[in-house]
Nanobody, 121 residues
Framework: VQLQASGGGLVQVGGSLRLSCDVI????????IGWFRRPPGKEREGISY????????YYRDSVKGRFTISRDNSENTFYLQMNDLKPEDTTDYYC???????????????WGQGTQVTVSS
C-alpha cells in the first residue's frame, strides 16, 4: 500500500486547508486510514481517523469542530478538511493505514510522505 499526502501550505490564522491522502493498493482488511502530525518538540499526535469498515470517525479533542475527515470511495482518496486553523496546528501531517482500532495512533502499517502546514499569526 502506498499513500501520498498533499494539500498543505501557508495560511493565516482562521484560514482553511484541505489535505488529501491518495491511497494506492489494496486496503481490504485494514481498520482505518488516519492522519497524524508531529508538532515541533512534541510527541506524535493522532489527529483523526475514518474506519474503512463502518465509517466511524475519531477526532483529537484539540481539532474537534474544526477538522473533518472524509473519503471519496471512487478515488480511494481521503481528505482532512481543516478550518479555523491555529498557529499550534503548524507542522507536518501524515496519513497512514491502521490494521486495527487498538493500534491507533502510533502503530501504523504504511504511511506516506507528509505535507507541511504552516499557520501564520
Amino acid at each position: 500500500v502506498q499513500l501520498q499526502a498533499s494539500g498543505g501550505g501557508l495560511v493565516q490564522v482562521g484560514g482553511s486547508l484541505r489535505l488529501s491522502c491518495d491511497v494506492i493498493g489494496r486496503t481490504e482488511g485494514y481498520y482505518a486510514i488516519g492522519w497524524f502530525r508531529r508538532p515541533p518538540g512534541k510527541e506524535r499526535e493522532g489527529i483523526s481517523y475514518i474506519s474503512l469498515r463502518d465509517g466511524d470517525t475519531y477526532y483529537r479533542d484539540s481539532v474537534k469542530g474544526r477538522f473533518t475527515i472524509s473519503r471519496d470511495n471512487s478515488e480511494n482518496t481521503f481528505y482532512l478538511q481543516m478550518n479555523d486553523l491555529k498557529p499550534e496546528d503548524t507542522t507536518d501531517y501524515y496519513c497512514a493505514t491502521y490494521w486495527a482500532k487498538t493500534r491507533w495512533p502510533d502503530d501504523y502499517d504504511y504511511w506516506g510522505q507528509g505535507t507541511q502546514v504552516t499557520v501564520s499569526s
